[in-house]
T-cell receptor, first 117, second 112 residues
């Protein structure tokens, strides 16, 4: 079974530039998550999708971050414009439908390491 | 409201000795609790999860955790540490339909 795919693996940009990350979840997983992991900290949930609908985006900085999952499969996360403090690893995870019956196991991709100069 | 606290940012043990990584949680609902491991330059991997079944949960690689409601704890243990266990470990809490919250992590060092 293929795992969660993410690209690119690494990205270096200058502040005020824009950047986009892509995630392809495990086939059949209805729930998709984007996390931000700053060095030395635990992952912080940015946004959670159930199919193509947003379940939770309470910690997404909506003035600069956006995410979409138009067809309920793969997803993109965009930052525009980037700030120095956005330097982090951006993790994508997927799971089977996580609402009814409680949280399901999340499967994580390798992450995209972003450095903002 | 939910929260999770990992009580140690770093733990060092000698190879072959027991491992204890501590996690306390707070949740308004009966929580689901998870432990994930992150090896350097690798993705997060599920070690084990508690979802209101047996309070003693066995995971991969010889790890286990015990859910103690009275102490609001979910500590991770392993009887005998191996060098390959050196990694970052995250305790995660999630309530019914609630937020998913990761702890800050505990880095486990294994001494030869």
């Amino acid at each position: 079974e293929a795992g969660v795919a993410q690209s690119p693996r690494y990205k270096i940009i200058e502040k005020r530039q824009s950047v986009a990350f892509w995630c392809n979840p495990i086939s059949g997983h209805a729930t998709l998550y984007w996390y931000q992991q700053i060095l030395g900290q635990g992952p912080k949930l940015l946004i959670q999708f159930q199919n193509n609908g947003v379940v939770d985006d309470s910690q997404l900085p909506k003035d600069r971050f956006s995410a979409e999952r138009l067809k309920g499969v793969d997803s993109t996360l965009k930052i525009q414009p980037a700030k120095l403090e956005d330097s982090a690893v951006y993790l994508c995870a997927s799971s089977l439908a996580g609402l009814a019956g409680g949280p399901k196991t999340q499967y994580f991709g390798p992450g995209t390491r972003l450095l903002v100069l | 409201a939910q929260s999770v606290t990992q009580l140690d940012s770093h733990v060092s043990v000698s190879e072959g000795t027991p491992v204890l990584l501590r996690c306390n949680y707070s949740s308004s609902y009966s929580p689901s609790l998870f432990w994930y491991v992150q090896h350097p330059n690798k993705g997060l991997q599920l070690l084990l999860k508690y979802t209101s079944a047996a309070t003693l949960v066995k995971g991969i690689n010889g790890f286990e955790a015990e859910f103690k409601k009275s102490e609001t704890s979910f500590h991770l243990t392993k009887p005998s540490a191996h060098m390959s266990d050196a990694a970052e470990y995250f305790c995660v809490v999630s309530g019914w339909g609630g937020k998913i919250i990761f702890g800050k992590g505990t880095r486990l060092h294994i001494l030869p």
